[in-house]
């Protein structure tokens, strides 16, 4: 695959990374690849986030040091020109943008395979600025200049058909790698938090980040009414944004000594591990990286049926029991039905979801003409 020895053989493009599921997914695929025996680079806008700490020794950073992804585009043609990549895989919508527009001033020839890993329609109609509104224009116009484009889930691969009108056989769904040998083993590490130790009452566990795309206030109501007829605590593991709104509804319900929301976590499968029951309580989705991280450590799930991802994994799994959007109500009365069963949770076909498949699955659209 590659020109020389120098020439990597694939180049995975991404703003930072940030504690989000994508940029843990390029994470994840940047040491299948390598463990594969390809060259790969791992091109950031800018070199920041906590993910930056698990990159494997074998893949390479290229930090393109722009303040903004779109200040990255001069960067990335400079380093398209240089280095000469085999394919180049880019992810999220405004950074794939970026990659098509380099890949084409750049005149180079390298594969270009774009991915998308959230519900376009949903996104945009909850954009709060102009860019996050105008970015359907934007794909509806640029997307089909790459040479393939990777949906997480079929319900992202359905939507983003509808909004674009690309050919379906031009859009190709691959779960995201998520299941590692990694992963299952720093479950078994110890945590600090004293709401694990012996003989405290059960874990309600969410992970993400504190955006509105998450309902973390959902979440907070049900726990409300879960904790009003029984004992039980909220974890909530993230940052971002709604923080102080959060905090400000904990305070409103009265909920201060059963919340605890200690921000991001470097390993967050611990807690995954040893908690009672673990909730999404998103509004969209894409294929969401957490639920998956949950099921593999065999802890019971509960998620709204929100866009797009959760009913695709329920049916794969017959394990996750979905609930309405935005509905306390009937989100708390499922999390104490299912605090209430045996904890003996069996997920099957997680097999879908290990690095192994994925990057097979990205070899075929990233080398195959």
Partial sequence: MRGNANTPDLALFIPTLGGGGAERVMVNLAKGFAE??????????KAEGPYLSQIPPGVRVVDLQASRVLASLAGLMRYLKRERPAALLSAMDHANIVAIWARKIAGVSCRLVISVHTTLSRATENASNLRGRFMPRLIRCFYPWADMVVAVSQGVADDLISITGLPRERVKVIYNPIVTPELL????????????????????????????????????????????????RLIIL????????LE???????????????????????????????????????????LIEAMAVRTPVVSTDCPSGPREIAELTRG??????????????????????????????????????????????????
């Fill in 248 to 290: 400000s509804l904990v305070r409103e319900l009265g909920l201060q000594d059963d919340v605890s929301m200690p921000g991001f976590v470097d390993n967050p499968y611990p807690y995954m591990a040893r908690s009672a029951v673990f909730v999404l309580s998103s509004l969209w989705e894409g294929l969401p990286t957490v």
């Fill in 36 to 45: 594969q025996g390809l060259k790969v680079d791992l091109v950031l806008a």
């Fill in 320 to 369: 996750c029991f979905l609930v309405p959007s935005s509905d306390p109500l009937a989100l708390g009365s499922v999390i104490k039905r299912v605090m209430d069963k045996p904890r003996n949770m069996t997920y099957l076909d997680l097999e879908l979801f290990t690095v192994t498949y994925a990057t097979n699955s990205y070899r075929e659209v990233l080398f195959t003409s």
């Fill in 185 to 232: 083993q720093k479950a078994k590490e110890t945590i600090n938090h004293p709401w694990f130790k012996p003989g405290e009452p059960p874990v309600i566990l969410s992970v993400g980040r504190l955006t509105p795309a998450k309902d973390f206030p959902t979440l907070i109501r049900a726990f409300a009414h879960v904790r009003g007829e029984r004992p039980a």
């Fill in 238 to 245: 993230g940052d971002g944004e709604e923080r102080p709104k």
